[in-house]
């Protein structure tokens, strides 16, 4: 469960970051912006001070959340500006393992560094704590072990007793909350449907009463959206687990291979010439439906999704997508169209160099390193291939680098097309079901 609350991304915007910075139209040099319930000044930065810097985070977690503001003086509110790097050259994890020393639940927090009239600011801003209240957890300096802070106006001290009722309350209505809120969620699909998912260990309790297991390694990168969090700048990442998890003995975790989340071009020629094992093969026909070419490589996830060619043609119908990619998909398949191209049968200027590629194809000789001109040659040769010719684990290398290097190349014309052609052709040769039978 998250201890600490996401960081809202309005609280470091510039507007709020410029507000707390804006100078005062009477005194020249000061802030405009006494120090309150959310913002405290500090002249200097210290690492070594981090005790005395610790108590009004806490104090900040207990409260709304604040700022800590280093190079200004706390007394007159003018900005003098950091004399040392220690505040830009601090490590983050330095200050964050220290609190963690004194203080629990965690403290979120993050760092900020602004030039107001040619002189360096420091901010620490504090997020309010999801788990309240943060207690300190021993002895250090002044701090000690059990004692709560809070902000109040212009102060961080010990809390008095009705902020730490107002808090308990606070958290005994969440709980409860949470504990409404699964119990509704379990009432909709079903208590027998439901199951539990154990973020600590990665065990998945089934209302069978089985156990589901997500290897640790996985567990470890596997971050859930916190609570009112979907921040693309300042969220964590976030895994989606696509498919039907399975029972596995325990100490027998598979191998489990990530997919992107949103499915681009990219991914799916990717996936297509690594030759990866995906749970939802649909959903690369169905993206495949939304690009604007209806050349890319289809026949490869219609076999994994073990679909006959009319199973494919129905289900792309049922996409719904204004992309021409769709129709020009749909003609290929119902058309029966080939990629395949026949061998000139007498070599021409404009041929000479294709079928000097196709010979290299064929010996295995192709060079690593080709320009733009020999690479469109190469893969129109690929399509001069005989079925019996068509090798991928040797193509594939030299069709990735191709993609990746020069699939938004301009200077050449019809590259990006030449590309999807040739991986198309590799596409249909091997993976091309007929009608009625599955691939």
């Not at 393992?97 to 002189?119: A, G, H, Q, V, Y």
């Not at 000690?144 to 109040?152: C, L």
């Not at 129905?314 to 996409?319: L, T």
């Not at 404009?350 to 196709?358: A, D, F, G, N």
Request: proline share 5%; glycine share 6%; net charge negative.
């Amino acid at each position: 469960m998250p201890q600490s609350s996401p960081i809202n991304p309005q609280s470091l915007s510039e507007e709020t970051i410029a507000a707390l910075l804006t100078f005062s139209l009477t005194s020249p040099g000061c802030l405009d912006r006494s120090e309150s319930s959310d913002t405290e000044y500090k002249e200097s930065f210290n690492l070594g001070s981090s005790g005395q810097y610790a108590k009004t985070m806490a104090a900040f977690a207990n409260a709304e959340g604040g700022y800590l503001i280093f190079g200004v003086k706390d007394a007159t509110y003018k900005v003098v500006g950091l004399q040392s790097d220690n505040f830009e050259k601090f490590d983050p994890q330095d200050l964050t393992m220290r609190l963690n020393t004194i203080f629990s639940p965690e403290i979120n927090w993050r760092k900020i560094i602004r030039i107001i009239e040619d002189k360096k600011v420091g901010i620490l801003y504090i997020a309010p704590a999801i788990m309240k209240p943060v207690v300190a957890k021993q002895n250090n300096g002044d701090i000690h072990e059990a004692e709560i802070f809070y902000r109040y106006a212009g102060r961080s001290e010990k809390i008095k007793y009705p902020e730490l009722q107002t808090l308990l309350e606070q958290q005994r209505y969440r709980y409860l909350n949470m504990w409404l809120e699964h119990l509704s969620k379990m009432r909709t699909i079903g208590v027998e449907n439901a199951a539990i998912l154990n973020t600590l260990d990665g065990t998945v309790t089934g209302p069978t009463g089985k156990s589901y297991v997500i290897d640790e390694v996985l567990l470890s990168k596997l971050q859930f959206i916190r609570e009112g969090e979907f921040d693309e700048i300042d969220g964590d990442p976030t895994l989606k687990l696509v498919g039907e998890m399975a029972a596995i003995p325990t100490g027998q975790i598979a191998s489990v291979r990530e997919v992107p989340v949103a499915l681009r071009l990219g991914h799916i020629i990717h996936t297509f010439l690594e030759q990866m094992e995906v749970e939802s093969p649909q959903n690369y026909v169905e993206q495949i439906c939304h690009e604007d070419s209806g050349f890319l490589p289809v026949y490869f996830f219609v076999h994994l999704a073990e679909m006959t060619l009319n199973d494919a043609i129905a289900f792309i119908r049922g996409i719904q997508t204004r992309k021409q990619g769709k129709d020009r998909l749909l003609n290929r398949l119902k058309s029966g169209y080939s990629l395949f191209v026949r061998t000139p049968a007498k070599p021409t200027p404009k041929t000479q160099s294709k079928l000097e590629m196709l010979e290299r194809i064929r010996s295995k000789q192709l060079e690593s390193e080709l320009d733009v001109t020999d690479v469109v040659a190469a893969l129109t040769a690929i399509r001069y291939l005989s079925k019996d010719e068509v090798d991928l684990t040797y193509l594939s290398p030299f069709l990735t680098r191709w993609f990746d290097i020069y699939y938004t190349d301009r200077s050449v014309i019809n590259v990006a097309d030449s590309l999807r052609r040739a991986i198309c052709y590799v596409d249909e040769v091997l993976f091309k079901p007929s009608l009625s039978a599955k691939s």
